[in-house]
T-cell receptor, first 114, second 115 residues
Framework: NAGVTQTPKFQVLKTGQSMTLQCAQD?????MSWYRQDPGMGLRLIHY???????DQGEVPNGYNVSRSTTEDFPLRLLSAAPSQTSVYFC?????????????FGPGTRLTVT | AQTVTQSQPEMSVQEAETVTLSCTYD???????LFWYKQPPSRQMILVIR??????QNATENRFSVNFQKAAKSFSLKISDSQLGDAAMYFC????????????FGTGTRLTIIP
């Protein structure tokens, strides 16, 4: 049971480039989310999904796309990277089965946009 | 919308002593969940302790305990017998019982342990 995995761990992009941050979980959780962490601001929700085929926007969605074709995977796409997207990105998953409500976090991806 | 406030950007404590980290929140909901997460230098977010608002009893996990004051909307974390491994950023987080599992985080408190 690997939990929540994220790739890559580190990435440097040039302004205008696109890329996809990968997230996968093997716990059969229905809920998955993407957060970004910036200094002095805690974690903020970018997008989330309540199940395969269902996604919605969080607090800071601009510049990011998501899709959820399977229960396990929830990739985050940066369409045209900007320096303001320099941040640490966390993927998380959770379930309400059996009364659960804890979110499990991946190890994070540090992204730098130059 | 809910907000979470951590008013102590940094705290320090002598090893083996006790320290309390503060958290206040604002919500109009009567039922919700509160969490403390620890983020060591490895960057991994680790759940320390959780509290359901409908439970009056304060949660405890080994050396970690909370003081949950629902009327005051306060949720402080007490770490007893502080250890060097407790050094980390600590985040308070709120979750509504409804909807999308979104966590609302505070800005964090950096805890330093003095040997």
């Amino acid at each position: 049971n690997a939990g929540v995995t994220q790739t890559p761990k580190f990435q440097v992009l040039k302004t205008g480039q696109s890329m996809t941050l990968q997230c996968a979980q093997d716990m059969n959780h229905e809920y998955m989310s993407w957060y970004r962490q910036d200094p002095g601001m805690g974690l903020r929700l970018i997008h989330y999904s309540v199940g395969a085929g269902i996604t919605d926007q969080g607090e800071v969605p601009n510049g990011y796309n998501v899709s959820r074709s399977t229960t396990e995977d929830f990739p985050l796409r940066l369409l045209s990277a900007a320096p303001s997207q320099t941040s640490v990105y966390f993927c998380a998953s959770s379930t309400r089965d059996r009364g659960g409500y804890e979110q499990y976090f991946g190890p994070g991806t540090r992204l730098t946009v130059t | 919308a809910q907000t979470v406030t951590q008013s102590q950007p940094e705290m320090s404590v002598q090893e083996a002593e006790t320290v309390t980290l503060s958290c206040t929140y604002d919500t109009s909901e009567s039922d919700y969940y509160l969490f403390w997460y620890k983020q060591p230098p490895s960057r991994q977010m680790i759940l320390v302790i959780r509290q359901e608002a409908y439970k009056q009893q304060n949660a405890t996990e080994n050396r970690f305990s909370v003081n949950f004051q629902k009327a005051a909307k306060s949720f402080s974390l007490k770490i007893s017998d502080s250890q060097l491994g407790d050094a980390a950023m600590y985040f308070c987080a709120y979750r509504s019982p409804f909807g999308n599992e979104k966590l609302t985080f505070g800005t964090g408190t950096r805890l330093t342990i003095i040997p």
